[in-house]
């Protein structure tokens, strides 16, 4: 008779993360986390660690991994602070439907109350802002527990999931025949929920009898892989399809239904009217929060809408709806799609001209800017050089301030798909540098950009060792303007121009990422910006460009607050 094989909980835990399918973690050692680094170290898993400078960038590399892979993105640290820095992480991803699961070692169960170095109340950390977490304390339910945390990230609507690892069950014993995955939830979204058909067809009767309608699509379209549906359905009605920020990606931008970003980051006038003037909104995906809505003002309250979303609770939260689907967003569209090829004399929405229209007028103003020879260099220019030069698979990743509402209104994404990732839920400074270096390890075929303001790059400098490590081709590049930006142009439009505490001293950001052994350059000249950006792009090893670009409150930006 054969006896029962033990593990103890640390090499579980390796094991369980094996059975999952993960080949990438991000993460940062701890004295708490001694066993489980043993564990990794003895044993032969296929996993690639990758050792980040902290552990908010570990979280940051494992939300744009997942975003690119269609997988689940681990990071890992240790107990006290190091909880307490991959948070930030843990919150941007859960909120974005990114999944990422956060394991972070504790103190012993037999050490709690007794003040031990690191001790704190992970669970009760976590527990508002993961979609679900919890401490492993005993050793024996191990693998059941990891089983629930991917199981909850990637089914309904994705989400970030964390679990403490206390120090005593990473030596505990855990039973081997216990070491088994479901495969459905290597990936995601698994276990897609189908729609009401009832209300298929009532959306379907709705759009029939349309007269302007329009699609508005959030992140849900992207993280389901709905861009043929999405197509499908807007191609049956020549109906319009603009984006949210996190929807780009939803329809490639060149496509002639394309109307570009809405609302008061990256929207224009041209592309509001058409909202504005719309019968019928179709939600797809898409929370219809402030920015998108522009305060919920566009779309007003008299339009039709439809909505469709996995998350039952957003439906209806800003909007009266007329049609609520509650359902994946690919099977939802696929759905939709059948019920208006099913009906005769659907309308022709005239969404290809009022694109078109609406491109024309974004560039009758982004023209004359890009070509500007203006210093500091405008942002606009930037955005000109990058579309001549980027391949369409590259992935950009952009950071808030500047980065974000330049790349939202103006460059064109020539390719459906997640080819953009910006941190919306949050807006934290500094996230772009960590997802960049995750998403590059996610799809190291491609190009990856990691665009940041100089705030940001004080928040993430450390992490270009790392990249310089790991020998990443990632090419960063740094509007340069000596300012909290975004904030300064709040003070110029709303509080009367009373700047207050925003500017500090200009850094050298070439010289100190070359002192991390990266290859950069400093452009203050316009004529030199398309030379110097080719050659960042095209060199084999990490690069960074700091370029001397206007203040945000002195430039056009894409920001409708701001211009009112």
Known sequence: MTGTNYLTGAEAMVRMLEAHGVKHMFGLCGDTTLPFYDAMARMDHGIQHILTRDERHAAYMADGYARVTGKPGVCEGPSGGGATYILPGVVEANESSVPILAITSDVATTSRGKYPLTELDQPGLFRPLAKWNASLDDATRLPAMVRAAFRAMTTGTPGATHLALPFDTQKAQVDEAEIWADARHRSYPAERAGPDLDAIEAAAEILAKAKSAVAVCGGGPVLSGAEGALHRVAGLLDMPVATTVSGQGSIAETDPLALGVVGSNGGVPATRAVIDQADVVLFIGCRAGSVTTERWRSPGRNTTIIHIDSDPMVIGANYQTEVAICADARLALEALAEALEARQGLPSLGGAVKARAAWEAKMAAFAPLAASRETPIRPEAVMAS????????????????????????????????????????????????????????????????????????????????????????????????????????????????????????????????????????????????????????????????DIHSQQLHEAAAPVSEWVA
């Open 386 to 545: 990058l579309m001549d030069i980027l391949d369409d698979d590259a992935i950009v990743v952009a950071d808030p301030g500047t980065p974000c509402p330049y790349f939202s209104a103006h460059y064109r994404w020539r390719k459906p798909g997640r080819h953009f990732i910006t941190n919306r839920a949050h807006g934290a400074l500094g996230y772009s540098l960590g997802a960049a270096m995750g998403a590059h390890v996610g799809r190291p075929s491609v190009k990856t950009l990691s665009v940041m303001g100089d705030g940001s790059f004080g928040f993430t400098c450390g992490e270009f060792e790392t990249m310089v490590r790991h020998k990443m081709p990632i090419t960063s590049i740094v509007f340069s303007n000596s300012v909290f930006g975004w904030i300064k142009a709040g003070q110029a439009s709303g509080f009367g121009q009373r700047f207050y505490n925003v500017d500090f001293n200009r850094t050298d950001h070439a010289a100190v990422a070359s002192a991390f052994g990266v290859k950069s350059w400093t452009v203050k000249d316009p004529e030199d910006l398309p030379k110097v950006l080719k050659q960042a792009v095209e060199h084999d090893g990490p690069t960074l460009v």
